[in-house]
């Protein structure tokens, strides 16, 4: 069964430092998300990402957060300068749907990659 | 912002017994879902509900969208042991691309 897939599974790094997440969402999907889940927390909505650029984004993706589909496959999402407080689980999802057309609603997740900012 | 209010927090239940778990919410939802998450992983969709009173199983899982838009619950019947886990509701308004997700239940099963 086709599955979304996240590298790394853990990322430790210094405040201050950019990291990248990178995710391969269901190949056939047009939608992609970005969550995040602090330890113990609920999951939170970062941004969701369609026909190449950002359709929605929380109040918590303020400008130190960018994504990227760099090819046709990757989905990535940079962190500019990490502060101690990005300490969390990154989880990307991706749902299908028609291209201007009608979508489901069902996003996948991938297995996440655990963030550690020192 | 939208909230869902998911209950209870967490529960503790012998191998065998039915457990039901709800979400409710100040705002209309056009899809509800239902999620598990073991530690250290990503949440993995359980059953996902697009209309209300909507009734969907999912071999012994059953979870309804309830005829106002504003809550669902999710049964578990015959619990095993790896139905321990922890498990969450998701929301989805008209008109927004974000899942919002209730605070999750966390579930124990005593073989």
Known sequence: ?118 | GQQLNQSPQSMFIQEGEDVSMNCTSSSIFNTWLWYKQDPGEGPVLLIALYKAGELTSNGRLTAQFGITRKDSFLNISASIPSDVGIYFCAGRTGGSEKLVFGKGMKLTVNP
């Open chain 1, 1 to 118: 069964e086709p599955e979304v897939t996240q590298t790394p599974s853990h990322q430790v790094t210094q405040m201050g430092q950019e990291v990248i997440l990178r995710c391969v969402p269901i190949s056939n999907h047009l939608y992609f998300y970005w969550y995040r889940q602090i330890l113990g927390q609920k999951v939170e909505f970062l941004v969701s990402f369609y026909n190449n650029e950002i359709s929605e984004k929380s109040e918590i993706f303020d400008d130190q957060f960018s994504v990227e589909r760099p090819d046709g496959s990757n989905f990535t999402l940079k962190i500019r300068s990490t502060k101690l407080e990005d300490s969390a689980m990154y989880f990307c999802a991706s749902s299908w749907g028609l291209a201007g057309g009608p979508r489901t609603d069902t996003q996948y997740f991938g297995p996440g990659t655990r963030l550690t900012v020192l």
